[in-house]
């Protein structure tokens, strides 16, 4: 019952929703959108498990005085303040929950994100090297798309009568790979799916088996 | 305001130096205006197709004035004679419209369209349609291919497992990232160091997740028989609990229930950029010997691995994700790419049923080849039908 | 020898700082290298510089802070030839931060025209949620669609606004996107009301519309900071104008960056082949 | 120079998280921790005003009961915390799974897989030198090839050697191909977010530049 009851739940529900696919019923849209409803509503208990997780593994951070504990109480600092500022005085524009998250939130994760700037230079001067000649190869297409980008490359293509080499290779040979990828993955994704289904796939349970 | 009406007037020139010939041939000067455009002709309406009822979709032949025009305003009426509504207009140059302004299913409906041109003057109207009703349909024309594919499909997946189970001997090719995770396991077992495996930073809807939680499953089994810690932090809460369910099986199994502690299984945040600082975090702090990031990714992929690899721990990295995989590749040690992903479980597990799907996604890829070469020979010939058959 | 050793196991926080230094420099010190102007960026241009005065060009804004980097410096400079060309402005966005963008964006340009009336020379729409329908309101009546302007006045009191129905009355509608919105303005207002659309979005997904530019589905468009930096030299070119050129000083820190990079990856290869050579 | 506090609070983040380029330390570890904590926090009010209240709250109050069978579904998430009753958390994964499986293969097969071969399949007028410009038609064929050399890449169950590993090597070119030119392509993307940050210390705090 523990295991078999929800791989009976788990293999109806993809049937119904497969059948679904096939029908433009109003009737048969209306159940996919409530179903979409339900596993919207279905998801917000589980923040109570990943709040609990987190504040379980800071607070034992701070009661065994570990390593860094003081930044443990960072964050229990900032769930509720900017928590309680939501819930107080509003979440509309121009409130400081709004100010907050311009101001601190935002501006944090643009910087995380701008890092990527650094992170590229340094990684293609690491590995970027011609070692092989499918490195060769990832090398010299990197370098032309970087030049052929910035308008002293772009002159320089046009002068060789390459103006739109970089959209060439973008439009064709770039995309045939993502395409068998894409294929690939299509196929391992319906495999995977159809597994899970008839629960030949339970990794999902926890370990496989009783 | 000036320049304005003197465009107008403009216009008109235009209008009347095209229309006065016709009209003095009709011997007549009392026409009204409106008879200096022809209308457009022949309207039909019909169901929309394939879709949930509510929606008439209607065609018009382009009036010969069509150039003229800015566009076509469609009417519409229960009654034949009388009674006509606005219900859309349409640029020059189109000739269909799909109606679903408060459209009822199973009520006749009548269509007419007038020309109207950028200065509000229109043309007669054309005569009406016939009579339609719109009504939901029980299935979807368009997708019979898809409903003849799939059995296909599953029926391939099934021959290919059957056989597999009937004891026939698999091949499966070697896959380097997948062997490879054994020995980086081993690494951080030999330097008494701690294994961080990132789940992807996507939903458990995700198939790329389900495919890493496998992963994590086999991983596990080794960190937990090495007595090796294992760090997972996560990004969503639901993906935290399968994750901290197979890290838990996974010690059981090895006979090590001391081993899994939910601490190390944890729920960082659901934020994509925190989530990152946050792992980035953990890779300088806890020094993990072997990172290990499989599942679905976007453009934190680099943050992550560059400052693992800051760390000089030894990365294998797993995604069906095209536009990251190109980031991964430059800065881990070895990357499981696109569909190995998913021959990963069968891979490590060489569970024969699991093997045996892979045999199945390859004779589908058999498939897939055949009408490539099919659709691409009669296509040569200036056949599509093969190809119109996967629109 | 030794030199190329220490270069390729170079530390790679110097790499970082130079990287910043290529990045800060054109800031300080305007290099201004020269840019290929574009077909669809020359396109737009053409339109707007085509269009008589009292004519109306729409803005929307569909983008939020997250790519506002990339696309702010091609608004302020469409928004400045408009004003220039004495031609009238309808700002909107189907996003809802987009609103504040183009309420920044007006703030800046129109310190350089403080002539410039609200309800005679531009009106700012408030946000409508609805993306795509948005769009089919404005080709059935912009009046319904929008009763009121972002202030709150009747749309029907604002003068500029009196004799603007539809699209048939907007010369140019332009939309700057980070994503796919450009392709929901070619799908609604280019294709069932024949308006004339252009986009501007971000490089990456520059390459996604030129199946648009091709069957002129969009009449031209602005790709990243490289699309703004060609129209701003094409409005200082023309026109004469002498404004701060945000996307130009940019473009020569992207150009910077990229020949950085491109010098630095030739060079770790010499280093690298110099050494295996050494080995041998 | 600035004079909007909030500038300050930002422009200080910012340099904590660019600080975590010259090494780990106390200023990039207080702003990690501000930024978990901060996210945290902040996705609460907008869970409630989002999510909780128009999908739960309004529909209740509108008699929608139903949706108490999803919510109890949800609901049982939390039952992890309590080891005994752990397994039933596997009820509301099932339904999340098997619906989304059953979501994913239809889908799949359409736009993964037919779309894909739809637009990889060559037809007459994709290579007649009158309608087609030259680049293109050789672009046409080496979409062609390229898809199908990088399919037989992820073709797990043959021995890749001989022909099918000299196709199979092809395909691995076309793969490091698209490789080197989606990494070139991305480097003025990411390089305009560090521009956005360098301008928003320039200009929005010191006000160096205009």
């Given at each position: 019952?523990?295991?078999?009851?929800?791989?009976?739940?788990?293999?109806?529900?993809?049937?119904?929703?497969?059948?679904?696919?096939?029908?433009?019923?109003?009737?048969?849209?209306?159940?996919?959108?409530?179903?979409?409803?339900?596993?919207?509503?279905?998801?917000?208990?589980?923040?109570?498990?990943?709040?609990?997780?987190?504040?379980?593994?800071?607070?034992?951070?701070?009661?065994?005085?570990?390593?860094?504990?003081?930044?443990?109480?960072?964050?229990?600092?900032?769930?509720?303040?900017?928590?309680?500022?939501?819930?107080?005085?509003?979440?509309?524009?121009?409130?400081?929950?709004?100010?907050?998250?311009?101001?601190?939130?935002?501006?944090?994760?643009?910087?995380?994100?701008?890092?990527?700037?650094?992170?590229?230079?340094?990684?293609?001067?690491?590995?970027?090297?011609?070692?092989?000649?499918?490195?060769?190869?990832?090398?010299?297409?990197?370098?032309?798309?970087?030049?052929?980008?910035?308008?002293?490359?772009?002159?320089?293509?046009?002068?060789?009568?390459?103006?739109?080499?970089?959209?060439?290779?973008?439009?064709y040979p770039?995309m045939a790979?993502?395409r068998g990828?894409g294929l690939g993955?299509g196929l391992?994704?319906?495999?995977?799916?159809?597994?899970?289904?008839?629960?030949?796939?339970?990794?999902?349970?926890?370990?496989?088996?009783? | 305001?000036?320049?304005?009406?003197?465009?107008?007037?403009?216009?008109?020139?235009?209008?009347?130096?095209?229309?006065?010939?016709?009209?003095?041939?009709?011997?007549?000067?009392?026409?009204?205006?409106?008879?200096?455009?022809?209308?457009?002709?022949?309207?039909?309406?019909?169901?929309?197709?394939?879709?949930?009822?509510?929606?008439?979709?209607?065609?018009?032949?382009?009036?010969?004035?069509?150039?003229?025009?800015?566009?076509?305003?469609?009417?519409?009426?229960?009654?034949?004679?009388?009674?006509?509504?606005?219900?859309?207009?349409?640029?020059?140059?189109?000739?269909?419209?799909?109606?679903?302004?408060?459209?009822?299913?199973?009520?006749?409906?009548?269509?007419?369209?007038?020309?109207?041109?950028?200065?509000?003057?229109?043309?007669?109207?054309?005569?009406?349609?016939?009579?339609?009703?719109?009504?939901?349909?029980?299935?979807?024309?368009?997708?019979t291919n898809?409903?003849i594919g799939?059995?296909l499909f599953?029926?391939l997946?099934?021959?290919?497992?059957?056989?597999?189970?009937?004891?026939?001997?698999?091949?499966?090719?070697?896959?380097?990232?997948?062997?490879?995770?054994?020995?980086?396991?081993?690494?951080?077992?030999?330097?008494?160091?701690?294994?961080?495996?990132?789940?992807?930073?996507?939903?458990?809807?995700?198939?790329?997740?389900?495919?890493?939680?496998?992963?994590?499953?086999?991983?596990?089994?080794?960190?937990?028989?090495?007595?090796?810690?294992?760090?997972?932090?996560?990004?969503?809460?639901?993906?935290?609990?399968?994750?901290?369910?197979?890290?838990?099986?996974?010690?059981?199994?090895?006979?090590?229930?001391?081993?899994?502690?939910?601490?190390?299984?944890?729920?960082?945040?659901?934020?994509?950029?925190?989530?990152?600082?946050?792992?980035?975090?953990?890779?300088?702090?806890?020094?993990?010997?072997?990172?290990?990031?499989?599942?679905?990714?976007?453009?934190?992929?680099?943050?992550?691995?560059?400052?693992?690899?800051?760390?000089?721990?030894?990365?294998?990295?797993?995604?069906?994700?095209?536009?990251?995989?190109?980031?991964?590749?430059?800065?881990?040690?070895?990357?499981?790419?696109?569909?190995?992903?998913?021959?990963?479980?069968?891979?490590?597990?060489?569970?024969?049923?699991?093997?045996?799907?892979?045999?199945?996604?390859d004779y589908n890829k058999l498939v897939i080849f055949i009408f490539l070469a099919l659709g691409t020979i009669f296509g040569l010939l200036g056949n599509n039908f093969i190809i119109n058959l996967f629109k | 020898?030794?030199?190329?050793?220490?270069?390729?196991?170079?530390?790679?926080?110097?790499?970082?700082?130079?990287?910043?230094?290529?990045?800060?420099?054109?800031?300080?010190?305007?290099?201004?290298?020269?840019?290929?102007?574009?077909?669809?960026?020359?396109?737009?241009?053409?339109?707007?510089?085509?269009?008589?005065?009292?004519?109306?060009?729409?803005?929307?804004?569909?983008?939020?802070?997250?790519?506002?980097?990339?696309?702010?410096?091609?608004?302020?400079?469409?928004?400045?030839?408009?004003?220039?060309?004495?031609?009238?402005?309808?700002?909107?966005?189907?996003?809802?931060?987009?609103?504040?963008?183009?309420?920044?964006?007006?703030?800046?340009?129109?310190?350089?025209?403080?002539?410039?009336?609200?309800?005679?020379?531009?009106?700012?729409?408030?946000?409508?949620?609805?993306?795509?329908?948005?769009?089919?309101?404005?080709?059935?009546?912009?009046?319904?669609?929008?009763?009121?302007?972002?202030?709150?006045?009747?749309?029907?009191?604002?003068?500029?606004?009196?004799?603007?129905?539809?699209?048939?009355?907007?010369?140019?509608?332009?939309?700057?996107?980070?994503?796919?919105?450009?392709?929901?303005?070619?799908?609604?207002?280019?294709?069932?009301?024949?308006?004339?659309?252009?986009?501007?979005?971000?490089?990456?997904?520059?390459?996604?519309?030129?199946?648009?530019?091709?069957?002129?589905?969009?009449?031209?468009?602005?790709?990243?900071?490289?699309?703004?930096?060609?129209?701003?030299?094409?409005?200082?070119?023309?026109?004469?104008?002498?404004?701060?050129?945000?996307?130009?000083?940019?473009?020569?820190?992207?150009?910077?960056?990229?020949?950085?990079?491109?010098?630095?990856?030739?060079?770790?290869?010499?280093?690298?082949?110099?050494?295996?050579?050494?080995?041998? | 120079?600035?004079?909007?506090?909030?500038?300050?609070?930002?422009?200080?983040?910012?340099?904590?998280?660019?600080?975590?380029?010259?090494?780990?330390?106390?200023?990039?570890?207080?702003?990690?921790?501000?930024?978990?904590?901060?996210?945290?926090?902040?996705?609460?009010?907008?869970?409630?005003?989002?999510?909780?209240?128009?999908?739960?709250?309004?529909?209740?109050?509108?008699?929608?009961?139903?949706?108490?069978?999803?919510?109890?579904?949800?609901?049982?998430?939390?039952?992890?915390?309590?080891?005994?009753?752990?397994?039933?958390?596997?009820?509301?994964?099932?339904?999340?799974?098997?619906?989304?499986?059953?979501?994913?293969?239809?889908?799949?097969l359409?736009?993964?897989i037919f779309k894909q071969m739809q637009g990889t399949m060559l037809t007459k007028a994709m290579l007649s030198p009158s309608i087609t410009?030259t680049?293109h038609i050789i672009g046409n064929i080496v979409m062609f090839v390229g898809v199908i050399t990088t399919l037989i890449?992820f073709y797990?169950?043959?021995?890749?050697?001989?022909t099918v590993?000299k196709v199979a090597?092809i395909g691995?070119?076309y793969?490091?191909?698209?490789?080197?030119?989606?990494?070139?392509?991305?480097?003025?993307?990411?390089?305009?977010?560090?521009?956005?940050?360098?301008?928003?210390?320039?200009?929005?705090?010191?006000?160096?530049?205009?």
């Amino acid at each position: 019952m523990r295991r078999a009851g929800p791989l009976k739940l788990c293999l109806i529900g993809g049937i119904v929703m497969i059948i679904q696919f096939f029908i433009p019923h109003r009737f048969s849209k209306n159940f996919f959108d409530e179903v979409v409803h339900w596993l919207i509503v279905c998801g917000v208990p589980a923040l109570v498990i990943g709040y609990y997780s987190i504040f379980h593994v800071h607070w034992t951070k701070i009661r065994r005085k570990r390593e860094g504990w003081g930044y443990s109480i960072i964050i229990f600092v900032a769930v509720i303040v900017v928590a309680l500022i939501g819930f107080i005085w509003g979440v509309g524009e121009n409130s400081v929950f709004m100010k907050i998250y311009q101001y601190m939130t935002m501006t944090m994760q643009a910087t995380m994100f701008s890092l990527l700037g650094f992170y590229m230079a340094s990684a293609a001067f690491r590995s970027f090297k011609a070692r092989t000649p499918e490195a060769t190869l990832l090398l010299i297409v990197a370098l032309v798309v970087m030049f052929g980008r910035v308008p002293i490359g772009e002159s320089v293509f046009i002068k060789l009568k390459l103006p739109n080499l970089v959209e060439w290779i973008l439009m064709y040979p770039n995309m045939a790979a993502q395409r068998g990828i894409g294929l690939g993955v299509g196929l391992g994704i319906m495999a995977t799916s159809l597994k899970i289904m008839l629960g030949i796939e339970r990794g999902w349970l926890g370990g496989a088996g009783k | 305001m000036y320049i304005k009406f003197k465009e107008v007037q403009h216009i008109k020139i235009i209008y009347l130096f095209f229309f006065a010939f016709p009209l003095f041939a009709q011997e007549s000067d009392t026409l009204p205006l409106t008879q200096k455009f022809a209308p457009p002709l022949d309207v039909r309406a019909f169901d929309t197709p394939n879709d949930a009822g509510k929606s008439i979709t209607v065609q018009w032949n382009l009036s010969p004035d069509n150039s003229l025009f800015s566009g076509y305003e469609i009417y519409r009426s229960e009654a034949q004679d009388t009674g006509y509504q606005y219900v859309g207009y349409m640029g020059r140059g189109i000739s269909t419209i799909r109606d679903n302004r408060g459209v009822k299913d199973n009520t006749p409906y009548y269509y007419k369209v007038r020309g109207r041109t950028s200065t509000y003057e229109y043309s007669e109207f054309s005569p009406p349609s016939s009579s339609t009703s719109s009504s939901p349909q029980w299935y979807h024309k368009g997708k019979t291919n898809v409903l003849i594919g799939l059995p296909l499909f599953i029926f391939l997946i099934f021959w290919a497992v059957f056989q597999a189970k009937m004891g026939k001997p698999l091949f499966i090719r070697k896959i380097d990232g997948l062997d490879s995770l054994e020995e980086a396991v081993g690494r951080a077992t030999e330097m008494g160091k701690p294994v961080l495996y990132v789940p992807g930073t996507s939903f458990i809807s995700d198939i790329a997740t389900i495919a890493s939680m496998n992963i994590l499953s086999q991983v596990a089994k080794k960190t937990a028989e090495y007595n090796t810690p294992i760090i997972v932090p996560n990004r969503d809460p639901i993906v935290m609990s399968v994750a901290q369910e197979v890290v838990r099986e996974a010690a059981i199994e090895k006979g090590r229930p001391d081993y899994y502690n939910p601490d190390r299984v944890f729920f960082l945040t659901s934020s994509q950029f925190a989530y990152a600082a946050g792992v980035c975090g953990i890779m300088t702090r806890e020094k993990p010997a072997t990172n290990l990031f499989i599942g679905m990714f976007w453009a934190e992929s680099l943050l992550l691995a560059e400052t693992g690899n800051i760390t000089g721990a030894i990365q294998i990295a797993g995604t069906d994700a095209v536009t990251q995989l190109p980031f991964f590749v430059t800065a881990c040690d070895y990357t499981i790419m696109g569909e190995e992903l998913y021959a990963a479980s069968a891979y490590l597990s060489k569970n024969p049923s699991l093997v045996g799907g892979i045999k199945g996604q390859d004779y589908n890829k058999l498939v897939i080849f055949i009408f490539l070469a099919l659709g691409t020979i009669f296509g040569l010939l200036g056949n599509n039908f093969i190809i119109n058959l996967f629109k | 020898m030794n030199l190329l050793n220490k270069f390729m196991n170079m530390d790679r926080r110097w790499i970082y700082l130079i990287t910043a230094i290529c990045v800060i420099i054109p800031f300080l010190i305007p290099i201004g290298l020269p840019t290929y102007t574009t077909p669809p960026a020359r396109n737009i241009y053409e339109k707007i510089d085509n269009t008589s005065d009292g004519q109306v060009v729409l803005l929307s804004f569909d983008y939020d802070a997250a790519v506002l980097p990339e696309l702010y410096p091609m608004t302020i400079t469409i928004l400045n030839h408009c004003f220039n060309r004495n031609i009238k402005v309808i700002l909107m966005s189907l996003y809802m931060q987009g609103i504040g963008i183009a309420q920044v964006a007006l703030e800046d340009v129109k310190r350089e025209f403080p002539e410039k009336k609200e309800g005679i020379d531009y009106t700012l729409l408030p946000y409508v949620p609805g993306g795509a329908l948005v769009i089919l309101g404005i080709g059935e009546d912009i009046h319904k669609t929008f009763p009121t302007d972002y202030y709150g006045t009747l749309i029907d009191s604002l003068p500029m606004m009196r004799e603007i129905r539809n699209f048939d009355q907007i010369s140019l509608a332009i939309s700057f996107s980070g994503g796919g919105v450009s392709r929901t303005w070619v799908t609604y207002a280019n294709q069932r009301y024949g308006a004339n659309v252009a986009a501007g979005v971000t490089a990456v997904m520059a390459a996604e519309n030129y199946p648009y530019l091709q069957t002129k589905q969009l009449i031209g468009m602005l790709g990243g900071l490289k699309g703004a930096a060609e129209y701003e030299n094409l409005v200082e070119k023309n026109l004469k104008l002498k404004t701060r050129k945000a996307a130009c000083i940019g473009m020569d820190a992207q150009s910077a960056v990229h020949i950085m990079m491109i010098v630095f990856i030739v060079l770790a290869n010499i280093a690298y082949f110099a050494g295996r050579r050494r080995k041998k | 120079m600035s004079h909007d506090p909030w500038v300050w609070v930002a422009a200080f983040l910012t340099l904590c998280i660019f600080s975590f380029l010259y090494k780990d330390n106390p200023f990039y570890r207080f702003a990690e921790h501000l930024l978990i904590g901060a996210t945290l926090g902040y996705a609460l009010p907008l869970v409630w005003k989002n999510i909780v209240t128009p999908k739960i709250i309004v529909p209740l109050q509108h008699h929608e009961y139903w949706l108490l069978i999803p919510l109890c579904l949800g609901l049982l998430y939390i039952a992890r915390l309590i080891p005994k009753y752990a397994w039933l958390s596997r009820w509301p994964m099932a339904f999340a799974l098997g619906t989304g499986s059953g979501i994913a293969i239809p889908l799949s097969l359409q736009a993964g897989i037919f779309k894909q071969m739809q637009g990889t399949m060559l037809t007459k007028a994709m290579l007649s030198p009158s309608i087609t410009p030259t680049v293109h038609i050789i672009g046409n064929i080496v979409m062609f090839v390229g898809v199908i050399t990088t399919l037989i890449y992820f073709y797990f169950s043959i021995k890749h050697t001989g022909t099918v590993g000299k196709v199979a090597r092809i395909g691995v070119w076309y793969i490091m191909l698209a490789f080197g030119a989606t990494f070139g392509y991305t480097v003025m993307a990411r390089v305009s977010l560090l521009i956005g940050r360098f301008q928003f210390l320039l200009h929005d705090w010191l006000g160096v530049i205009k």
